[in-house]
Every structure is written in C-alpha cells, then in structure tokens.
C-alpha cells in the first residue's frame, strides 16, 4: 500500500499565474479567430443553402425531363418490328432504360438493345390503374424510374441515371468546399492585419501604463484617429493629468507645510533649548519674567501647531472621493457654526438674517466652511464689533452664504489669493492661524458644486462668500 499524504503535489504556474495547461489566447489572436469563426459560419451557411438549392433544382430538372419523355413515350404511335408492334419511343431511348409493363401478365416490353427499366409494385399499380403515375427512387440500380398508365392495362416505364447529376452535386461540394476555405484563410488574414492595426493604440497604451508603473513618468500619449480607442487615449491621457496635477498639488502642499511648520519649529527649538541650557548645573538661572515669557511663547507655538495639523488632516479628509448624498438644511449649518463661533468670539455680536435653503452634500464639510468664515471675521473684527451673517437666494438655482465684518479689509491685490493655501495677507502674519481655513473654505464649496468669492464690505471690513446650488427649504 502507499499512503497517498506522502506524495507531494505541485502546481506549476508560468510566471503570469496561467496553468501550463490552460494558456490563453492574445486579444488579437482572439480577435482574428473571432473572424474566422464569422466568415467559417457564413460560408458554411451559404455554401448548405447553395448546395441545398442547387440539389432540389437539378433533381427537379431530372423529374421534369423524365415524367416530359415519359408522355411524349406513351404518346409515340406504334412502330412494326420484326417481331411485333413496340411503341416508336423504343428507338429514340438510348440514354434510359424504357419498358412498357402490362398490367394483367405483369410481361415488361424493352428494347433488346437496352436494359430493362426497375419494375416493383408501385409500377404495377399504375399499369392496373391504382395509381395515375408513379416518380420513385430505385436504391439499388441508383435511378430514378417513373411510370405512366398507357392504353390496353399497360404502363409505360421509364428509368434515368442518376450518376450524373449526383456526379455535378460532388463536384459542386468540392468546389464550395475549396472556396470557403480559402475564404477562411483570407479572412483570417485580414483580421490579423485588422487586430494588428486595430489594438495599436492598446499597445501603446499599454505601454504607457507599464511606463507610468515603473518610471512614474506622466506624459501624455500622442493621439492619432477619432474612433474609439482615440478617445479611449484621450480618456487615458485625461487621467494621466488628473494624477499628475494630484501629484503635483501634493508636493506643493508638502512644500508649503514644510515651509510654515519651519518658522515655529525653529522657534520651539530654540525656546527648548534656552531652558534646557538655563536648568544645567552652574548656568545662569533665568529671571522669571523671562521664563514666564518663553513658556508662554512655546504654547502659542504648540497650538499653531496644532491648529495647522488639524488644518492639514481637514484637506486631506476633503480631497477623499465621497458620495455626497445627505439632504443638507443649510440655516441648520450656519446656525450650529454660530454656536461654536459665539462661545469663542468675546464681545462680538452676530447679525444674522437668513432664508430657508436645502441642497445634497456634506453637512459637516459645510459646517466647518461657514465655521471658518465667521472665525476669520472674529480674529480680524475689533472689539465690540458686529459681524453681518446673511443666507439668501440668489433666484438662479443658487444661495449665498455672506460674512461681513468690521476689520481692516481685504487688500485690492490680496483679493484673488485669500483662499489659496498657506497664503497670509500682510494683515494676517501677525495674528495667529495655518493660512489653510478659507483654503478649506474653498474645497468643501468647490465639492457642492459652488464658488467663493472675496470682496470688500460696506463696514469697510472683508465681505466672504460661499456660492451653493440647491433650492428653497
């Protein structure tokens, strides 16, 4: 006995992960045995119907002529022989077997330069008048026999060859056979030079794909035609963009929070590095006043940090692809951002109107948007300062979010750059913040379908504005 647990099995794979036994075809190759199955099926098919039609007709041209003589001979007068009276059709019948048969003896009458014709009981019958004409078949002498009732009981019998028109039907098969499948062959021809040409533009795509794969390299593939896979190329080189322009937003935004993490890092460094210096033994202690300054400092440091951390996950959240299917309330929005906004705005007062407004979307990205609005209106608002807060239609399919406030106002030249990331007006860089919250403002309106936009307020302060589509609440 052997024990079938000590014997090893392997599957050996090809280095594409296909069984040795089970090797695929190419896309061409399937493309160009596709062609020559289609054209294979089409000739078969009419090469059957041909064959079909040519064989009822000439099988039909052979009764025709048969049952014709066959009356032209039981219409032939008599003719006198040495022996006795045979019907004249006797002498003009060397192409056939003829015979008249009488219906009562059951004697058949031939020519003794001829054969007899097949005689059987369908013949009978129609020399006794059981039947008015008899058209068969004889399998055994390979011929087709027909009889027809004559004068007296008897019948005049008549038998054709075959061979000759089942000879005309091989030959026709050969030759539909030979044609189809040099058709075939042709076809399969063209369809391999069709595929080659065909899945050019998948070859070069495919190319570029490993490429990208391998090299990171993103240039677009050159684009030839205006068929399908031209704009299949068109759609590739699309994303081609769509990934490099992803790529290069986020080297610009590394580059950027590296450039705005330096300057408090620098700071914190140094401010860490001034106590640890003043707590070793037999350095100068520092004055209180002094130490009380810099721990401060570290903490203004440490929350920017913070802050621009957060700011920074807060992008990374917006840029993931997320449906947006929520039924968003937008006064509900602006109200919850004025909650949050009022428990750290002081002794600034809101002044809200707003008008109902129901659009689909992200009700927490919104929230956060009109958060950032109003904590920028705060931070550059002064003290005992209104801040104008209004949602109103626009009568266009669209609502505005408007944050008015009191402060210094938004410089001519610093208006189309105020929702860029990591930029700060000469205003902002002495108060605190990331640079990233209108930045984020930005995003979440351009992910509803919206806009922003910065202008100046009749306070004289900055007047922002988130644009959304939607319809009235």
Same mark, same amino acid.
């Given at each position: 006995?052997?024990?079938?647990?000590?014997?090893?099995?392997?599957?050996?794979?090809?280095? #594409?992960?296909?069984?040795?036994?089970?090797?695929?075809?190419?896309?061409?190759?399937?493309?160009?045995?596709?062609?020559?199955?289609?054209?294979?099926?089409?000739?078969?098919?009419? %090469? *059957?119907?041909?064959?079909?039609?040519?064989?009822?007709?000439?099988?039909?041209? @052979?009764?025709?002529?048969?049952?014709?003589?066959?009356?032209?001979?039981?219409?032939?007068?008599?003719?006198?022989?040495?022996?006795?009276?045979?019907?004249?059709?006797?002498?003009?019948?060397?192409?056939?077997?003829?015979?008249?048969?009488?219906?009562?003896?059951?004697?058949?009458?031939?020519?003794?330069?001829?054969?007899?014709?097949?005689?059987?009981?369908?013949?009978?019958?129609?020399?006794?008048?059981?039947?008015?004409?008899?058209?068969?078949?004889?399998?055994? &002498?390979?011929?087709?026999?027909?009889?027809?009732?004559?004068?007296?009981?008897?019948?005049?019998?008549?038998?054709?060859?075959?061979?000759?028109?089942?000879?005309?039907?091989?030959?026709?098969?050969?030759?539909?056979?030979?044609?189809?499948?040099?058709?075939?062959?042709?076809?399969?021809?063209?369809? &391999?030079?069709?595929?080659?040409?065909?899945? #050019?533009?998948?070859?070069?795509?495919? %190319?570029?794909?490993?490429?990208?794969?391998?090299?990171?390299?993103?240039?677009?593939?050159?684009?030839?035609?205006?068929?399908?896979?031209?704009?299949?190329?068109?759609?590739?080189?699309?994303?081609?963009?769509?990934?490099?322009?992803?790529?290069?937003?986020?080297?610009?935004?590394?580059?950027?929070?590296?450039?705005?993490?330096?300057?408090?890092?620098?700071?914190?460094?140094?401010?860490?590095?001034?106590?640890?210096?003043? %707590?070793?033994?037999?350095?100068?202690?520092?004055?209180?006043?002094?130490?009380?300054?810099? /721990?401060?400092?570290?903490?203004?440091?440490?929350?920017?940090?913070?802050?621009?951390?957060?700011?920074?996950?807060?992008?990374?959240?917006?840029?993931?692809?997320?449906?947006?299917?929520?039924?968003?309330?937008?006064?509900?929005?602006?109200? #919850?951002?004025?909650?949050?906004?009022?428990?750290?705005?002081?002794?600034?007062?809101?002044?809200?109107?707003?008008?109902?407004?129901?659009? &689909?979307?992200?009700?927490?990205?919104?929230?956060?948007?009109?958060?950032? @609005?109003?904590?920028?209106?705060?931070?550059?608002?002064?003290?005992?300062?209104?801040?104008?807060?209004?949602?109103?239609?626009?009568?266009?399919?669209?609502?505005?979010?408007?944050?008015?406030?009191?402060?210094?106002?938004?410089?001519?030249?610093?208006?189309?750059?105020?929702?860029?990331?990591?930029?700060?007006?000469? /205003?902002?860089?002495?108060?605190?913040?990331?640079?990233?919250? @209108?930045?984020?403002?930005?995003?979440?309106? /351009?992910?509803?379908?919206?806009?922003?936009?910065?202008?100046?307020?009749? /306070?004289?302060?900055?007047?922002?504005?988130?644009? *959304?589509?939607?319809?009235?609440?």
């Amino acid at each position: 006995m052997t024990d079938e647990a000590a014997v090893p099995t392997v599957n050996v794979t090809d280095p #594409r992960g296909d069984r040795w036994g089970a090797r695929r075809f190419s896309l061409r190759g399937r493309v160009t045995l596709l062609a020559a199955a289609c054209v294979a099926g089409a000739v078969a098919l009419v %090469s *059957l119907c041909a064959y079909l039609i040519v064989q009822s007709n000439l099988y039909q041209q @052979l009764d025709d002529n048969l049952l014709a003589r066959a009356e032209s001979a039981v219409q032939s007068p008599q003719v006198q022989t040495q022996l006795k009276q045979v019907p004249g059709a006797f002498l003009a019948s060397a192409d056939l077997q003829i015979g008249q048969l009488n219906g009562l003896t059951g004697e058949l009458i031939y020519p003794q330069a001829g054969s007899p014709p097949p005689v059987g009981p369908s013949e009978l019958r129609v020399a006794t008048g059981g039947l008015p004409q008899s058209l068969r078949t004889d399998q055994a &002498t390979g011929t087709r026999v027909v009889a027809l009732p004559a004068d007296h009981g008897e019948a005049m019998v008549l038998a054709q060859s075959m061979a000759p028109t089942k000879r005309a039907l091989n030959e026709l098969a050969v030759v539909l056979f030979l044609v189809g499948g040099a058709g075939i062959v042709v076809a399969a021809g063209a369809g &391999t030079a069709v595929a080659r040409a065909g899945l #050019r533009p998948v070859d070069r795509l495919t %190319s570029a794909a490993e490429r990208v794969a391998q090299t990171g390299d993103l240039r677009p593939i050159p684009v030839s035609g205006d068929d399908e896979l031209a704009r299949l190329t068109h759609s590739f080189n699309t994303m081609l963009g769509t990934v490099a322009d992803s790529q290069e937003r986020q080297r610009q935004l590394v580059a950027d929070a590296g450039h705005e993490l330096r300057t408090p890092l620098t700071s914190l460094r140094t401010n860490l590095e001034l106590l640890l210096s003043a %707590s070793r033994p037999g350095a100068r202690a520092l004055p209180d006043e002094d130490r009380a300054e810099i /721990e401060a400092d570290i903490r203004g440091q440490i929350d920017e940090l913070t802050q621009l951390i957060g700011d920074l996950v807060e992008l990374a959240r917006q840029d993931e692809p997320r449906e947006l299917t929520e039924r968003v309330e937008l006064v509900d929005v602006v109200e #919850r951002a004025l909650d949050r906004a009022r428990r750290r705005a002081g002794e600034i007062e809101f002044d809200v109107t707003m008008q109902p407004w129901v659009l &689909t979307g992200d009700n927490s990205a919104l929230e956060r948007a009109v958060l950032n @609005l109003l904590d920028n209106a705060v931070k550059f608002s002064p003290r005992d300062a209104r801040v104008r807060v209004s949602l109103r239609p626009l009568g266009d399919g669209t609502a505005v979010v408007e944050v008015a406030d009191s402060g210094p106002g938004i410089a001519e030249e610093d208006l189309p750059k105020v929702f860029d990331r990591f930029y700060r007006s000469s /205003e902002a860089r002495t108060l605190p913040g990331s640079g990233l919250g @209108l930045a984020i403002v930005k995003h979440a309106a /351009e992910r509803h379908g919206g806009a922003v936009y910065a202008n100046r307020a009749a /306070e004289g302060g900055a007047l922002l504005t988130i644009r *959304l589509p939607g319809a009235p609440g």
